[in-house]
């Protein structure tokens, strides 16, 4: 599946047209070089950060290339192996292309995954990228201590509800942000969090005040602009805010007018904001994170939930849906399934 052209600095919301599906045949016989596997593709993750990837410029990441297969982080099982580490017949995690079957050069990115430890799409979500940022953004950059009240954005979404779920195992009062009540019920009920509260609700500020009677120590940020003003009137002396992405601004223009007051609460509260990508992190910091989201899985109180399509038709109306605020039900971690194809 490839990508047939850029979308304009001035924003854009992506649809099918803007996508090709393109056949070309494949020469499974080709001797594989040293380090080299042969892989069929089982699941992909769409996310939202791949938007930034269609923008034709660096942003924070690089670029896709025009009429190239797109990719992102999947699982896949190895048909042929010219690489030690890995055999036919295992199932391995990386960034591969959306695209049946590839020869694939190893690199550390590209791991064995165990599905005794957990359904294959998990190692796109609470055990790959997805688990690692909320790990990574509440754990390292927020350090929540126990009683504390923790905020989370897009709470019904991938990286949402793992930080939800991580603030209750690390024992804070947790509150969810998401745009439906019967999304706000499930949060409570399958995930444990203590109060969610609707951004479209016309109460939504006084819901949030009423849901956060300590005020807020950790806000995690997910979607940016409006939904995060009020937030900002309840912070604490100290608070932190782990800025994990802004999802409301992606298909957005870039405007020059950056809003002028969102200092004001950060300084007068000494708190701290901080931006993060989950990329950066090292390989040690790393493995402690999958160490932890691993056990705790093993325990029982990390969940996640996965929304699946199925086929590479569905890939795009997947994606497109991510960004998607009008009646949007989906909860968890979006992935498709391609192990039928
Ligand atoms: P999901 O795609 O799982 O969640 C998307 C949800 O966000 C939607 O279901 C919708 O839920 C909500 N949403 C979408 N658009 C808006 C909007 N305009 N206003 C309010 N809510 C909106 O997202 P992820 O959990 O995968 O990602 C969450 C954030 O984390 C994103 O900003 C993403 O870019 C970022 N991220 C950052 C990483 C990093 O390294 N820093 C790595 C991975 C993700 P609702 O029904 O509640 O509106």
Not at 216 to 236: M, Q, R, T, W
Not at 243 to 252: F, M
Not at 314 to 328: D, G, P, S
Request: hydrophobic letters at 40%; proline letters at 4%.
């Amino acid at each position: 599946l490839i990508l047939d052209k850029f979308f304009s600095p001035n924003g854009g919301i992506p649809d099918q047209k803007d996508f090709k599906v393109t056949t070309s045949k494949f020469d499974e016989n080709k001797p594989l070089e040293k380090d080299q596997i042969l892989i069929n593709l089982e699941y992909i993750s769409v996310d939202p950060y791949l938007r930034a990837r269609m923008q034709g410029v660096h942003t924070f990441v690089d670029p896709f290339k025009l009429h190239e297969p797109i990719n992102s982080g999947c699982v896949a099982k190895v048909l042929k192996s010219n690489c030690p580490r890995f055999k036919a017949g295992d199932h391995v995690s990386g960034y591969f292309n959306w695209q049946e079957k590839q020869i694939v050069n190893v690199t550390k990115e590209v791991v064995k995954v165990d599905p005794n430890l957990a359904p294959l799409p998990h190692f796109v979500g609470v055990l790959g990228m997805t688990g690692l940022t909320a790990y990574f953004g509440l754990v390292l950059i927020g350090k929540p201590k126990k009683g504390e009240t923790i905020v989370v954005s897009a709470a019904g979404g991938a990286v949402g509800s793992i930080v939800g779920q991580i603030g209750k195992i690390l024992g804070c009062r947790v509150v969810g942000i998401c745009g439906s009540d019967e999304k706000a019920k499930f949060l409570k009920s399958e995930f444990g969090f203590d109060e969610v509260v609707n951004y479209k609700s016309s109460t939504y500020e006084k819901d949030l005040k009423n849901a956060c009677p300590k005020g807020i120590d950790i806000y995690f940020e997910n979607v940016g602009g409006k939904i995060a003003d009020p937030i900002l009137f309840l912070i604490n002396k100290h608070a932190r805010i782990p800025v994990c992405g802004t999802i409301s601004t992606y298909n957005a223009p870039i405007e020059k007018d950056i809003g002028q007051r969102a200092q004001y609460f950060i300084f007068s509260k000494q708190a701290l904001m901080q931006g993060f990508l989950v990329f950066d992190y090292s390989e040690q910091e790393t493995n402690e994170a999958l160490k932890h989201l691993s056990q705790w899985i093993k325990e029982g109180k990390l969940k996640e939930k996965n929304v699946i399509f199925k086929g590479y038709d569905h890939i795009i109306e997947a994606f497109t849906k991510l960004f998607n605020t009008t009646n949007n039900t989906n909860i968890g971690k979006v992935v498709i399934d391609v192990t039928d194809q």
